[in-house]
Nanobody
Framework: QVQLQESGPGLVKPSQTLSLTCTVS??????????WSWIRQPPGKGLEWMGT???????YYTPSLKSQTSISRDTSKNQFTLQLTSVAPEDTAVYYC???????????WGQGTQVTVSS
């Protein structure tokens, strides 16, 4: 029932802004006590939580990325978005949108979208 789908560019140039959208079906992103997160996985590395937007709209970010990360939502479209500014090659990764139930627990995942940062 619950499905998440990432969309956005697969290639971004260094110093530019990456913008990804997650379209959610089967559940409203405003449903109480559900949270919506972005997680990424660089090649050969582990998963990195980037940030979360609560059902209320409140956002939280990992400290290392907070200054360049913004998560927002469009409730009319049941979507939430990721913007990552000033990207660098180290930001190359597969980016996932997920539903978060609690810290460290994400029960639904999008299929992931590959983003490459290269000039």
């Amino acid at each position: 029932q619950v499905q998440l789908q990432e969309s956005g560019p697969g290639l971004v140039k260094p110093s530019q802004t990456l913008s990804l959208t997650c379209t959610v079906s089967g559940v409203s992103i405003t449903t109480n006590f559900f949270y919506w997160s972005w997680i990424r996985q660089p090649p050969g590395k582990g998963l990195e939580w980037m940030g979360t937007i609560y059902y209320s709209g409140t956002t939280y970010y990992t400290p290392s990325l907070k200054s360049q990360t913004s998560i927002s939502r469009d409730t009319s479209k049941n979507q939430f978005t990721l913007q990552l500014t000033s990207v660098a090659p180290e930001d190359t990764a597969v980016y996932y949108c997920v539903r978060t139930r609690s810290t460290w627990y994400h029960d639904y995942w999008g299929q992931g979208t590959q983003v490459t940062v290269s000039s």
